[in-house]
T-cell receptor, first 114, second 113 residues
Framework: GAVVSQHPSRVICKSGTSVKIECRSL??????MFWYRQFPKQSLMLMAT?????????EQGVEKDKFLINHASLTLSTLTVTSAHPEDSSFYIC??????????FGPGTRLTVL | DQQVKQNSPSLSVQEGRISILNCDYT??????FLWYKKYPAEGPTFLIS?????DKNEDGRFTVFLNKSAKHLSLHIVPSQPGDSAVYFC????????????FGTGTRLTIIP
C-alpha cells in the first residue's frame, strides 16, 4: 500500500513550547491530508483536513490557532502544536489517500508535554 | 453523537476459529466503509473496504459484509491467527462529501493460541 511517514515518532517537550510534526506521502502526491489525535483507549478523532495551497479545515472544537497546519507541497503537511500544555499530550496521526477512498496512515507521533 | 459504533470493546477467539467483528452506523449518507487494524503506538493499517453497492467483499482471510437496511457491517477473519490480535476500527465515508473518515470506537481482538 501507499506509504505515509511522520516525524518525529516521539517528542517530549516542556509546557509552553511549540512542537512541529511532519507528515509526508512518500510515493504519491496528496492534495489533501488529514490530522487525527487519539487519546488512550479511545477512537481516532479527526482534527483537521489539510489542503495543499489553501487553508486547513478544522473540525468543531479544534482551535486553529493552537494547532497550526501548513500544507506547503503535494507531499508534506505539518502540524504545529503551539504553546503546548500537558492536556495536549496525545498520539497524533496523519493520513492521506493516494487514490480512491482508502486513507493510508502514518505511524503516528507520541507527544508528551511535561 | 457517535455515528459509527462498535458495541463490543473486546473479543477473544481461539486460534484457527472465525473472528467476527461488528459495526453499526446511523448516518444514511455513508456509502463507503473500511476496516483498519491498529497496534498500540502505531498508525492504523488499512485492511479491507466495501462500497454500499455491494453486500460482500473478500480478500484472503478477510471478508466484510454489509447490510444496508440494518446499517450494519461485519468483518470476518478466518482462520484467526495470533498476529491478528490488535484493535480493529471500522470507518465510514460519505463519498459525495469531503472524504472525511468517521471512525468507530474500536474492538480489541485477542487470539488465544
Amino acid at each position: 500500500g501507499a506509504v505515509v511517514s511522520q516525524h518525529p515518532s516521539r517528542v517530549i517537550c516542556k509546557s509552553g513550547t511549540s512542537v512541529k510534526i511532519e507528515c509526508r506521502s512518500l510515493d504519491f502526491q496528496a492534495t489533501t491530508m488529514f490530522w487525527y489525535r487519539q487519546f488512550p483507549k479511545q477512537s481516532l478523532m479527526l482534527m483537521a483536513t489539510s489542503n495543499e495551497g489553501s487553508k486547513a479545515t478544522y473540525e468543531q472544537g479544534v482551535e486553529k490557532d493552537k494547532f497550526l497546519i501548513n500544507h506547503a507541497s503535494l507531499t508534506l503537511s505539518t502540524l504545529t502544536v503551539t504553546s503546548a500544555h500537558p492536556e495536549d499530550s496525545s498520539f497524533y496521526i496523519c493520513s492521506a489517500n493516494p487514490l480512491g477512498h482508502e486513507q493510508f496512515f502514518g505511524p503516528g507521533t507520541r507527544l508528551t508535554v511535561l | 453523537d457517535q455515528q459509527v459504533k462498535q458495541n463490543s470493546p473486546s473479543l477473544s477467539v481461539q486460534e484457527g476459529r472465525i473472528s467476527i467483528l461488528n459495526c453499526d452506523y446511523t448516518n444514511s449518507m455513508f456509502d463507503y466503509f473500511l476496516w483498519y487494524k491498529k497496534y498500540p503506538a502505531e498508525g492504523p493499517t488499512f485492511l479491507i473496504s466495501i462500497s454500499s453497492i455491494k453486500d460482500k467483499n473478500e480478500d484472503g482471510r478477510f471478508t466484510v459484509f454489509l447490510n444496508k437496511s440494518a446499517k450494519h457491517l461485519s468483518l470476518h477473519i478466518v482462520p484467526s491467527q495470533p498476529g491478528d490480535s490488535a484493535v480493529y476500527f471500522c470507518a465510514a465515508i460519505s463519498t459525495s462529501g469531503n472524504e472525511k473518515l468517521t471512525f468507530g470506537t474500536g474492538t480489541r481482538l485477542t487470539i488465544i493460541p
